[in-house]
């Protein structure tokens, strides 16, 4: 059994790890420079508005001073899916753990802090993204983040 403790909101300094984190996921899905850096400029600039209008939150675990993984949480206004009519929803986003730290119940715990936040904020849960290795598999075979 392993215990994991819980991860730390990110502030604005710590931007960078988030985005260091999303690199190394691209790269372990097989895109090329031309496809991530593009990738990461945008996910810099939603970052940074969604952790100033809060609308969105990232979570990052340390190991011995250094980031090993995180996740997004992020806010929308509403939805409309098959009748489903929600006012206020959450998704869970860019889930990632470095492979070295893989299968310790990091994640899962990473997500569950990540949920937490989008309840804490008044929203209705929506399904989760397919964990890392789906994800990635999506990722390298064409499909969208």
Sequence with gaps: MFLVAMAIRITESEFQHVLALL???LVEAGLGKW???PWLAKAAA???QNHQDGTGAYFLEYVDGSPVGMVGASLHDHHAFLSLKIQR???VVDAYVLPAHRRTGLEQQLRADA???IRQAG???LDAPPPNVARLAAISGGGKL
């Design 23 to 25: 690199r190394s996921m």
């Design 89 to 91: 929803y959450g998704c």
């Design 123 to 125: 929203a209705v849960v």
């Design 35 to 37: 496809e991530i850096d």
């Design 46 to 48: 939603r970052l940074a």
């Design 115 to 117: 949920v937490a936040w």
